[in-house]
């Protein structure tokens, strides 16, 4: 079988080592890739977003499976392009791809089919969104409608900052046309917790739990990041938490979705507030979270592929989906300055002490591979996974790992999963 994974990132060269797993795999190649996946996959140079020359490729290799991993093109609507050629996709359609491309369609969604979430109201009209800022109890959030990097969220303290949020939302389009609208909602307190789910359009699998730390710096200080670290399983998603979202948030987001024309097939990221009402969703996402995808996929027992095709063809409910009974925890190694202005193209030290372990990983990134060896080329570097026998064992040996790892201007978060410590 020959796989075509679209994306770049640390969540594609997760995508990609478990794919290698198959034994049904014979040829993996990944658009446009990176550095680290082109060790297990034949990168091509073309970008995520370039849809003809997608299919294009996929028509001239034979292409057996495609696995689109990024937002952008599912928002965009490239599992469409490559279904209408005839080439199986994993990935939601456009139509459906929308939970996470709009987040105003998603609060909508929830509002309307009962699914537990904050209090919100949509706005297209930056007039009408101070007014109603006016009467607004604070802390309040502010969400850029469409895709922004993981980085659309303003928490507002005051109302002064909440206008100037506005502003940079919705008149000054810091994050382009995603802030045509925008969600303002109530801010909730309580453990996040992402969940991931495999989806066939009807029947869905949970993953294991995981946790994302997205501030730059410890103590959640700094900006929001693409995220510096995560940890699975979170020791706060109980059993009580999972009986409640598989009663009132899974199935029913899966089920509401077929109810509105919109089928979903792919994954769902589940963004969790614990709150103490309860589980409320904060966001979907239509794919795997990066860097969760990085702790949550080294845990799974299951042949990818077989999991990946009962989604695309309806036959889920036939898996039995396994995750191993241990933990894992993933420090992202980034460049310093992150994620504002950072220099690149320094030689990085160290990755041939991970080859030919299955307690530890490093993911790509933001690498190059020159004559020299391999450099860094991006914000986030590097993500260095270890699995251990839970959660504490876990964390010493990834940050451990870090240690193996030189280059000029690495910079870490030292605080990844210290939550854990609470639990």
Wanted: with cysteine.
């Amino acid at each position: 079988m020959k796989v075509l994974i679209v994306g770049s990132g640390g969540r594609e060269h997760a995508i990609a080592m478990c794919v290698k797993k198959s034994p049904r795999v014979d040829e993996i190649y990944c658009a446009p890739g990176n550095a680290g996946i082109g060790e297990v996959a034949q990168c091509v140079p073309i970008g995520a977003m370039e849809f003809d020359k997608i299919v294009a490729f996929a028509k001239e290799k034979s292409i057996d499976l495609t696995i689109v991993g990024m937002d952008d093109p599912l928002v965009g609507g490239l599992v469409d392009e490559l279904e209408a050629a005839g080439i199986r996709t994993f990935g939601p359609r456009k139509n459906a791809a929308i939970l996470e491309g709009s987040k105003a369609f998603s609060k909508d969604l929830m509002k309307k089919y009962n699914i537990p979430t904050a209090a919100y109201e949509n706005f297209d009209d930056p007039e009408k969104a101070l007014a109603y800022l006016e009467q607004a109890s604070f802390p309040i959030v502010l969400k850029a409608d469409g895709l922004a990097l993981g980085k659309g969220v303003l928490i507002c303290n005051t109302l002064e900052e909440a206008r100037d949020g506005v502003k940079s939302i919705m008149e000054d389009k810091k994050f382009g046309s995603a802030g045509n609208k925008m969600v303002i909602e109530e801010f909730m307190t309580g453990r996040e917790v992402s969940v991931l789910s495999f989806v066939d359009g009807k029947t869905i699998k949970i993953m294991s739990s995981a946790q994302d730390h997205k501030r730059a710096m410890d103590g959640d200080k700094g900006l929001n990041t693409g995220g510096m670290g995560t940890f699975s399983p979170s020791p706060f998603y109980t059993e009580e938490v999972d009986e409640f979202c598989r009663k009132y948030i899974y199935q029913a987001t899966v089920d509401a979705m077929a109810a509105e024309g919109r089928e979903f097939k792919g994954v769902i990221f589940f963004g969790l507030m614990l709150t103490e009402k309860g589980p409320r969703v904060l966001e979907y996402n239509a794919r795997f979270g990066d860097p969760e995808a990085q702790v949550v996929l080294p845990r799974m027992k299951n042949d990818m592929i077989e999991v990946v095709e009962a989604c695309i063809d309806g036959t889920l409910d036939k898996v039995d989906l396994q995750f191993e009974d241990n933990a894992a925890v993933c420090v992202v190694l980034a460049s310093d300055g992150y994620p504002v202005s950072y220099e690149k193209g320094f030689p990085i030290t160290g990755l041939e002490k991970f080859e030919g372990r299955d307690d530890y990983f490093v993911f790509h990134a933001g690498t190059k591979k020159t004559e020299a060896g391999f450099v860094t080329n991006g914000g986030r570097v590097l993500g260095v996974t270890a699995k251990g026998a839970d959660l504490k064992e876990a964390r010493s040996k990834a940050y451990e790992a870090t240690e193996w790892i030189g280059f000029e201007n690495k910079y870490m978060r030292h605080d990844i999963g210290k939550a854990i410590d609470e639990a």
